[in-house]
């Protein structure tokens, strides 16, 4: 994974949300902490521990590893190194593998990763023997319980590169035909763009569903935590020309949310032909996305070309029950970018589309200066109108699609391929 890769992954996100459906108090017999060993292991189980931990104040794990990998350096955390031999489920008839990311540097939250085997969920210990380390800085003993960063998965067409990563905070990541990475998404996003000090809850342990033989698709499930709030994400990842995943949701606010962020997508947009300002690169263009696109509820599809603003900018799309949005990369002639490193002409565009009707509430786009094309300043997500209340559950579901051609536009409609600005004739 190169710099640029992880720095993007740590960057900004966010997302958006709908109706309440049920109001809860606490248990009788509440859920103990995530188990050690095989315990009984189900969707509505998590959501039962995310709805008690909602009770409980919020504990914050951030930096609790040793010093050692806390001061790792950009080479050094570079020199860490999965053991591919080591893979989950390498040696089963599998079409899935996945690999752990090691803590360090920015990664200083541990993650609990376990293996679901039919209904049992067994946690995966940290070995010092999955990693390689080439660096120069000691990294000394480290504890038997320190846990992970988060993981990879990788697919039986090409068990070399990335089909899905999830590490950072709730960041996520994954690949369509194209096999490149660009754009992130994110399991829920808080004060993103308003000025307030920005929230971000973190996934703090997965569950993985070891595939039955001959098996196309991947579960996982992953815990959501934060002050504000904590949450039971079930995906089903679905491989193919387009990536597909299937995102069921639940949360349960600590306190009242205002400014949620639900299905939030997160991108770059440095420089392209409609948007100059920092235009002291080689490449003709430089972004990941170029515009955000939308299905509204009524039926009419609106496209929203990207820039890098001046200043912060903020857009807000007024809906019901919009059939769709996503921040999309139409623009796929290498010509454009001339970047033979990141490959910008291959980057997937993410398409987020609703299970079922959220309401009122607006498709909210975020556009922030930059001058580093490390830098995600793009941010698109679904506000509901009303806020999330504390002590309620509210459960939602999503599809999202990764890939080069995502949405489900009219054949027969015209599109927007690029967008131009300039001094015109006088």
Same mark, same amino acid.
């Given at each position: 994974m190169d710099r640029r890769t992880l720095l993007k992954m740590?960057?900004?996100? /966010? $997302?958006?949300y709908s109706v309440p459906i049920v109001t809860f108090g606490r248990t009788e017999n509440p859920p103990g902490p995530v188990p050690k060993d095989a315990s009984a292991f189900s969707y509505a189980w998590l959501k039962g521990l995310a709805r008690h931990k909602a009770g409980m104040p919020y504990q914050d794990h951030e930096g609790d590893i040793p010093d050692s990998l806390k001061k790792l350096g950009w080479d050094d955390y570079q020199a860490i190194r999965f053991r591919k031999e080591k893979a989950l489920w390498r040696n089963q008839p599998s079409d899935f593998q996945i690999q752990l990311f090691h803590l360090g540097l920015y990664f200083q939250a541990p993650v609990q990763i376990f293996e679901v085997v039919g209904e049992n969920a067994t946690e995966l210990a940290y070995d010092p023997d999955y990693f390689t380390y080439s660096g120069?800085? =000691?990294? $000394?003993?480290? =504890?038997?319980?320190l846990g992970f960063a988060g993981f990879r998965v990788h697919y039986h067409t090409n068990f070399s590169l990335d089909l899905a990563s999830f590490l950072g905070a709730s960041y996520f990541r994954a690949v369509g035909a194209e096999k490149q990475y660009g754009m992130s998404a994110r399991g829920l996003a808080i004060d993103t763009g308003t000025g307030a000090q920005e929230e971000f809850p973190r996934f703090t342990a997965f569950w993985l569903e070891r595939p039955a033989e001959d098996?196309?698709?991947?579960? /996982?499930?992953?815990?959501?935590?934060? =002050?504000?709030?904590?949450g039971a994400y079930a995906f089903v990842i679905d491989p193919g020309r387009n990536l597909v995943m299937? /995102?069921? /949701?639940?949360?349960? =606010?600590?306190r009242t949310i205002q400014r949620v962020g639900i299905a939030p997508l997160t991108?770059?947009?440095q420089v392209g032909e409609n948007n100059r !300002?920092?235009?002291?690169?080689? !490449?003709?263009?430089?972004?990941?996305?170029?515009g955000l696109s939308m299905h509204t509820g009524s039926g009419e599809w609106l496209w929203r070309p990207l820039v890098n603003p001046e200043k912060l900018r903020f857009s807000s799309f007024q809906d019901v029950s919009p059939k769709g949005f996503g921040l999309l990369q139409r623009d796929r002639d290498f010509d454009h970018y001339q970047d033979d490193g990141v490959f910008y002409d291959r980057r997937p565009s993410v398409w987020v589309e609703p299970s079922s009707g959220w309401g009122k509430g607006s498709i909210d786009l975020v556009e922030i200066p930059t001058v580093d094309e490390t830098f995600d300043n793009i941010v698109a997500f679904w506000h509901p109108e009303q806020p999330l209340e504390a002590n309620q559950e509210y459960l939602l579901a999503y599809r999202l699609h990764w890939g080069a051609n995502v949405t489900n536009e009219p054949g027969e409609l015209a599109r927007v391929k690029a967008t131009r600005t300039g001094l015109g004739a006088l």
């Amino acid at each position: 994974m190169d710099r640029r890769t992880l720095l993007k992954m740590l960057l900004i996100s /966010v $997302g958006s949300y709908s109706v309440p459906i049920v109001t809860f108090g606490r248990t009788e017999n509440p859920p103990g902490p995530v188990p050690k060993d095989a315990s009984a292991f189900s969707y509505a189980w998590l959501k039962g521990l995310a709805r008690h931990k909602a009770g409980m104040p919020y504990q914050d794990h951030e930096g609790d590893i040793p010093d050692s990998l806390k001061k790792l350096g950009w080479d050094d955390y570079q020199a860490i190194r999965f053991r591919k031999e080591k893979a989950l489920w390498r040696n089963q008839p599998s079409d899935f593998q996945i690999q752990l990311f090691h803590l360090g540097l920015y990664f200083q939250a541990p993650v609990q990763i376990f293996e679901v085997v039919g209904e049992n969920a067994t946690e995966l210990a940290y070995d010092p023997d999955y990693f390689t380390y080439s660096g120069e800085q =000691p990294l $000394g003993d480290l =504890p038997d319980d320190l846990g992970f960063a988060g993981f990879r998965v990788h697919y039986h067409t090409n068990f070399s590169l990335d089909l899905a990563s999830f590490l950072g905070a709730s960041y996520f990541r994954a690949v369509g035909a194209e096999k490149q990475y660009g754009m992130s998404a994110r399991g829920l996003a808080i004060d993103t763009g308003t000025g307030a000090q920005e929230e971000f809850p973190r996934f703090t342990a997965f569950w993985l569903e070891r595939p039955a033989e001959d098996q196309t698709f991947l579960r /996982v499930w992953a815990l959501l935590d934060s =002050p504000s709030v904590t949450g039971a994400y079930a995906f089903v990842i679905d491989p193919g020309r387009n990536l597909v995943m299937d /995102v069921d /949701v639940a949360l349960y =606010p600590r306190r009242t949310i205002q400014r949620v962020g639900i299905a939030p997508l997160t991108s770059m947009y440095q420089v392209g032909e409609n948007n100059r !300002r920092m235009d002291y690169d080689w !490449r003709p263009e430089i972004h990941d996305s170029d515009g955000l696109s939308m299905h509204t509820g009524s039926g009419e599809w609106l496209w929203r070309p990207l820039v890098n603003p001046e200043k912060l900018r903020f857009s807000s799309f007024q809906d019901v029950s919009p059939k769709g949005f996503g921040l999309l990369q139409r623009d796929r002639d290498f010509d454009h970018y001339q970047d033979d490193g990141v490959f910008y002409d291959r980057r997937p565009s993410v398409w987020v589309e609703p299970s079922s009707g959220w309401g009122k509430g607006s498709i909210d786009l975020v556009e922030i200066p930059t001058v580093d094309e490390t830098f995600d300043n793009i941010v698109a997500f679904w506000h509901p109108e009303q806020p999330l209340e504390a002590n309620q559950e509210y459960l939602l579901a999503y599809r999202l699609h990764w890939g080069a051609n995502v949405t489900n536009e009219p054949g027969e409609l015209a599109r927007v391929k690029a967008t131009r600005t300039g001094l015109g004739a006088l």
